[in-house]
């Protein structure tokens, strides 16, 4: 086709619609690709950072349950153990169950790969010991805290929110 022979009107408007099919199909591109990216961000949000979200709540769970156990075994009045015993259990009741959720989240997941499993079997296999570990020190730490109101029963002691001047007071008369 021979543009030379065409009117200067023609070829504006040839040119025009050139411009108007390339912007159309660089538009059709552009929403393409956002639509590829939106569909990559959603897939990584309900994938990659879900179970990073639930790696986390396991994690702080455990520290909940460790802080909790710890502070069972050094209070020393009765509310106060009451409190300790209570954040344990419901602790310990979380790790359970983030634990849970995240393994069913694992099983589900199609990007998942081989390393993430193993990750979650190696701490799920910690967990498993390292449960039984804490269980054991608030069992412990009850038993201690009977022994020590039993004694203070049977020698007239009074209990550790007397406080220290008052028992020794009540012991050593100056």
Not at 58 to 84: C, G, Y
Not at 101 to 120: C, G
Request: charged share 25%; proline share 2%; glycine share 6%.
């Amino acid at each position: 086709m021979n543009f030379s022979g065409l009117k200067v009107k023609t070829k504006l408007w040839a040119g025009f619609g050139v411009m108007a099919v390339i912007v159309a199909a660089v538009s059709g591109a552009a929403l393409h690709w956002l639509n590829q990216s939106s569909t990559r961000v959603e897939n990584y949000l309900s994938g990659v950072a879900a179970r990073e979200r639930m790696v986390i709540a396991v994690q702080s769970a455990a520290k909940s349950r460790a802080i909790a156990a710890r502070n069972l075994v050094l209070v020393t009045t009765p509310e106060d153990r009451t409190k300790e015993l209570a954040a344990v259990t419901k602790a310990h009741e979380e790790v359970g169950q983030s634990l849970a959720t995240l393994k069913s989240h694992l099983a589900a997941a199609k990007d998942a790969t081989p390393q993430d499993r193993a990750l979650f079997d190696k701490v799920a296999g910690i967990e498993e010991q390292y449960g039984k570990v804490a269980l054991v020190i608030v069992g412990l730490a009850q038993r201690r805290q009977a022994r020590r109101r039993r004694r203070q029963d049977e020698c007239g002691m009074p209990s550790a929110a007397g406080g220290a001047a008052d028992r020794h007071r009540r012991f050593h008369p100056l």
